[in-house]
Each structure stands twice: as structure tokens, then as C-alpha cells.
């Protein structure tokens, strides 16, 4: 995450409608050369003109102000936020203390604090791409995506080359699955501009990675290879493309490199972990991962995504290391930081909401069926995340008349649109305006969803889990769906969910009790479809599936109406993309390794399996 400080910024403090008095005093000519001098990035060059005048009694606010900004950017933090801290009680709501008490709080990742101080800043100049960037960036680490998404393209229309804007637009897409995007922006910013920053080129090769492209990230690369000590940005995809491609040497010399010098290598330190094994000293190797995990907890504040990221990291470590009962320990605490993020944020998770709606779905009859021949389009795989959704769409994926669109949102959008509701929040009212779509909307909201999602094939496959409580509206708009149910042993699922850093992590996949909950509404409303249109469900067993995939895979197929292909039974040599959490899983054959894996962590989880 990239944030600003200086730059346009400085002008904060000369924002005035009068006209500017002609400098006479030495302290205001002073400013008037450190001025120009911060927004060029010259910190010393600030500090050597105002220094001076910074410790006499009553040094003018803008001195403090400017001087504080200056250490700020040569990163001496501490320094920066003694001078930040005057002016912030001497003007607290004038915009000097403003931006002080924001630039200070987002440093102790006192997220809220900071975004509530950037939007009363806001509301005095709104139209600053270097504070909605910091806004932005606060909304982000709050768990906001789409908030932070919007605020950040405002930015970047006020100022179409702003670096920090751009660099955490495209990392957010990047992480959000949605690469189109991502490098539509990337292709924005020009090739030249890549090249140019550490940053942005670790940002593009990061995106080739994800499109399975390992050679454009390889050249991607290349220019800054031979001076990466494990410092700089790239170093960290580095990692990620030796580990992928099999240079194993490379992949651990700079995995140990960006674990001893990178400030937040928490990737890097679980590659150094799961290579450890195939160097010459495994154990070093390990020992310098988990001191990693520990030093970042340590440093991080105790509700946001990296303190949560440190210490899901950590579990996942001791995971490894087969200390289990740590491990879960680990996972619960990781997850606690993670939902206090989101709810300082103002995340929630109705139940109470949520139960209305399925026992209303309950009572719901779906329209008549249309009978017609052919196989069934779209498929819908749902189910909890990491329940085998991924690899049941990769497997279908293989098949010459199948679509896979991965995580599309493009139902839920609909959903809203009709009043629905949202994914993890759904109105029961919405139910009964379904009832009342004309002929004419229904297939208006049907060209709308083939639009958004780019179906070009017979057989579209959408493996947006969560669609799974909006099935009325499944019925309601396609002629021919299936709704693919992947059934996982909760307590699997459940481990799998609360052990993993990804990026749809809400309050459901967080918070065990809600996760529990939200799994029974789940199972309520799939059965219930089960009930009321049994011809267009399917309930695949994962253990069943990843146990007899010679047996279960070719049924699957079949049940979708399709004729049998081999290449269905190797979904691993697939080349298509599959940003997803499970994106490593779906490259190894279907096997069951992962069955009963939640049993030695009874002890650190009991919840999981009480249900």
C-alpha cells in the first residue's frame, strides 16, 4: 500500500483565498524555498533551510509542519511525528492538523482514526488525488475494497499519472481476482512507465504470474535482477516465479533475502518455508521464516489486515512444522484481528436478516419449468469457499464446450439491482418482486448477466460460491441452469477457510460462530432448492470426488448434458487462469490429502467441530 505525504500536499499550508503577502521575514523566506524543495522530494534540502528556525520558542506552525514532513519522508518516523504532533494539538482542526494526526495514525495503523481525519480534510479541499489516495489506502486495510476501488479511480481522474493511486488500484485488482482490470490500468500507465519503477514492474510481472504468462514476467524482471538484494519490490515476485518455474536455488537465496531485509515478506517467508526441505540447511531455513511471521505480529497494531496477514502466516508456518495445537491458536487469532478490522470498518453480518430470507426462500415457488433440449447453461458451482469449487469448475473447464468465468459478480450485481439484496445480506422482500419480473425484464437481466460475463461457449460455468443464496433468482432468469452444490465436511472446509489469507475474506469466513451460521442458511436454502426444483441441482460430495475421480468426474459430466471428454480427467494440465485462493491446488492431480485434515487441530478448534 502506497501512500502520500508530501507533494501536493505541502500546499495544505498556504491554501488561502486572500492574496499571499510578499515575504519579508527570514523564517518566511526560508519557507518559501523549503516549500518547492518537499514537493521535489528534497527532504534534506527542507531540513537545511527551516532547521534553524525549529527550536526557538513559538516556531511558526508551518516550520513544524513542513519539517515534519521532511523526516517523515527520509522515513525517520519517530522524529517526524514529535514536530506532526505539535501542530496537530495547536491546529487540530485547521488542515496542517489535519493531515497531521492522519499521517501519524496511518503510520501506527490506527486506520479509523486516520480515515476520519482525512475525510473532515476532504470536506475542506476534496479535490486532492494525494489525500483521496491515503483515504483510499485507509478503507483498503479497513477491509472497504469497493470503497477503496472507487476513491482511487476518483484520484486517478483527477490526475490520470498518479503513481500511488495507479499502484494500489492495480495491486487491489490484482488481489481481487479481477486481472482485466488490472491490466487495463497497467496498459494505461504505458510500458515505459513500468520499466521505470521498482514498484509497478513488480506489480506487472505479479500480474503475468497470476495469467500464467511466466515468460512476460521473466522479461518483466530481468533489468532489475542483478541489483535485487531482497530490499526492493520486485524482490518478493522474484520469489514467486523461481518457486512456480522450479528454479528451487534461486527461489530460496531470495526468498532469504527478502525475509531479512523486506518489511512485510510474509509470501516470501512461507516459500522459504515450503523449500526448506531442498536446501542444504532446512533447518536455518525454517527458523528464519517463523522469526519472520513473529517479528511482523510484533510490529503490527492488533486490528488490520497485516497484523492479521502476520499471524494467519505464522499458523500456516507452524502448520507445517506440525506443531498444530499453535497452529489453530495462530488461526483463531489471526482471524479475531482480521474481524475487528472489518468492523472497525463498519463490516456486519445480519443473522437475524439472513434467517429471514431463507425462511422465506423456503416458502418460494420457483417459475414453471422451461423443457428444452440441451445441456445446462449456466452452471452455478456453489458452496463454503475452499470447499473443491475451484477444482470442480477446472475440471468442467477442460471440457471444449464449457465456459469457466471464475468468481463473477455479475449475479449479485443483477441482485442488487433488482432488490435482492447483497451476498451475505439478502432481503426477503426482494422475493416476492421476482414473482412480479415481466417476460421482457427477465430477459433483459438474463443478456445483462451474458454481457457482463463474456460468455462466448455452449456451457457457462459461474464458481462464485456465495451465489448459492440467490438460487431463486437462478431459476428465475435461465431457462436451463444447474446449480452445482460442492459438500465439504465443515470441519475440513472450515480449517481450510480460517487458515487461509485471501482476499474475500468478510466477516463469515472470519469469525467461526458466523461461518457456522452462515454454512446452516446455506444448507437450508440449497436443500430447500433440492425440494422445489430437484431436476436443477446437484449435490457433489468433494470427499466422494477427490476419493474416485475416475468414477465421480465422468457422472459429473454427464449430469451436465455433455458428452464424455478425456481431458476432464487431467484438470492439472490445464492452461487456462484460475486467480484464486486455490490457484496452487487446482495445478496437482485430484487427490484426497486434504481429507481429515482438520482433526489434529480438535483441540486449538473444537467449534468446528461441534456442529
Known amino acids: 500500500m502506497r501512500m502520500d505525504f508530501s507533494s501536493s500536499l505541502a500546499s495544505l499550508i ?104 482525512l475525510q473532515a480534510l476532504l470536506s475542506q479541499q476534496p479535490d486532492v488525488p494525494d489525500l483521496l489516495n491515503n483515504l483510499a489506502s485507509c478503507e483498503q486495510a479497513l477491509g472497504n475494497s469497493n470503497t477503496a476501488l472507487a476513491i482511487w479511480q476518483k484520484a486517478l481522474a483527477l490526475q490520470p499519472n498518479h503513481a500511488g493511486a495507479a499502484f494500489n488500484l492495480i495491486a487491489e485488482l490484482i488481489e481481487l481476482g479481477q486481472l482485466e482490470g488490472a491490466s487495463a490500468q497497467l496498459d494505461r500507465l504505458g510500458a515505459q512507465t513500468v520499466g521505470a ?49 522450479g528454479a528451487v536455488d534461486q527461489a530460496l537465496a531470495m526468498a532469504l533475502s527478502v525475509v531479512r531485509k523486506n518489511p512485510t515478506p510474509l509470501e516470501s517467508a512461507l516459500t522459504l518455508y515450503e523449500l526448506a526441505d531442498r536446501s542444504a540447511k532446512p533447518d536455518k531455513m525454517r527458523r528464519e521464516a517463523l522469526e519472520c511471521a513473529r517479528r511482523i505480529r510484533r510490529e503490527r497494531g492488533s486490528a488490520n489486515r497485516m497484523s492479521a496477514g502476520a499471524t494467519l502466516a505464522l499458523g500456516q508456518l507452524l502448520d507445517y512444522a506440525g506443531q498444530h495445537h499453535d497452529a489453530g491458536l495462530a488461526y483463531r487469532d489471526g482471524n479475531a484481528r482480521l474481524a475487528a478490522a472489518l468492523r472497525s470498518g463498519g463490516a456486519t453480518y445480519d443473522r437475524d436478516a439472513m ?201 459429473l459430466v454427464d449430469r451436465v448434458g455433455l458428452p464424455w471428454e478425456q481431458a476432464c480427467l487431467t484438470p492439472q494440465s490445464a492452461s487456462r487462469t484460475v486467480a484464486t485462493a486455490s490457484s496452487n491446488q487446482v495445478r496437482v492431480a485430484v487427490n484426497s490429502r486434504a481429507v481429515g485434515r482438520a482433526e489434529p487441530f480438535r483441540g486449538a478448534l473444537p467449534e468446528l467441530f461441534q456442529r
Not at 209 to 214: A, E, K, V
Not at 230 to 243: A, M, N
Not at 456 to 461: E, G, N
Open 197 to 245: 519503477s521498482q514498484d509497478l514492474s513488480a506489480l506487472a510481472a505479479r500480474l503475468h504470474i497470476f495469467l500464467g504468462d511466466f515468460e512476460a514476467a521473466r522479461a518483466i524482471l530481468a533489468p532489475w535482477e542483478a541489483t535485487s538484494d531482497g530490499s526492493g519490490p520486485v524482490c518478493p515476485e522474484f520469489v514467486r516465479l523461481y518457486s512456480i518455474t
Open 355 to 555: 434467517d429471514r430470507y431463507v425462511a422465506a426462500l423456503e416458502q418460494w415457488t420457483p417459475p414453471a419449468p422451461v423443457e428444452e433440449e440441451g445441456p445446462s447453461t449456466p452452471i452455478f458451482i456453489v458452496g463454503l469457499p475452499r470447499s473443491g469449487t475451484s477444482l470442480v469448475e477446472q475440471i468442467l473447464a477442460c471440457h471444449s464446450a464449457c465456459q469457466g468465468l471464475g468468481e463473477s459478480r455479475a449475479l449479485g450485481t443483477i441482485a442488487e439491482a433488482i432488490g435482492l439484496g447483497t451476498f451475505d445480506a439478502p432481503y426477503p422482500e426482494g422475493l416476492k418482486r421476482l414473482n412480479s419480473l415481466s417476460p421482457a425484464s427477465r430477459a433483459k437481466y438474463r443478456q445483462q448477466y451474458i454481457d457482463a460475463v463474456g460468455g462466448t461457449k455452449p456451457v457457462l460455468i459461474d464458481k462464485f460460491m456465495l451465489n448459492a443464496v440467490f438460487w431463486p433468482l437462478i431459476l428465475t432468469l435461465f431457462d436451463r441452469p444447474l446449480i452445482l452444490w460442492t459438500d465439504r465436511g465443515f470441519a475440513d472446509n472450515a480449517l481450510s477457510i480460517l487458515s487461509k489469507s485471501f482476499h474475500l475474506k468478510s466477516l463469515i469466513t472470519c469469525e467461526p460462530d458466523s461461518l457456522v451460521h452462515y454454512h446452516q442458511a446455506m444448507e437450508r436454502a440449497l436443500k430447500a432448492t433440492m425440494t422445489t426444483a430437484p431436476n436443477r441441482i446437484y449435490r457433489l460430495s468433494y470427499e466422494g470426488l477427490v476419493g474416485d475421480a475416475a468414477q465421480e468426474i465422468p457422472k
Open 14 to 117: 498556504t491554501h488561502k483565498t486572500e492574496p499571499v503577502p510578499i515575504m519579508t521575514s527570514p523564517v518566511e523566506r526560508a519557507l518559501a524555498r523549503a516549500e518547492p524543495k518537499l514537493r521535489a522530494g528534497n527532504f534534506k534540502g527542507v531540513l537545511k533551510e527551516l532547521k534553524p528556525f525549529a527550536g526557538r520558542s513559538g516556531s511558526p506552525l508551518p516550520v513544524l509542519y513542513l519539517i515534519g514532513l521532511a523526516h517523515h519522508g527520509l522515513g525517520q518516523r519517530e522524529t517526524a511525528h514529535k514536530f506532526l504532533t505539535q501542530v496537530a494539538k495547536a491546529s487540530p482542526k485547521a488542515a496542517p492538523g489535519l493531515f497531521a494526526r492522519a499521517t501519524i495514525a496511518m503510520d501506527l495503523e490506527r486506520f479509523e482514526e486516520a480515515r476520519g481525519s
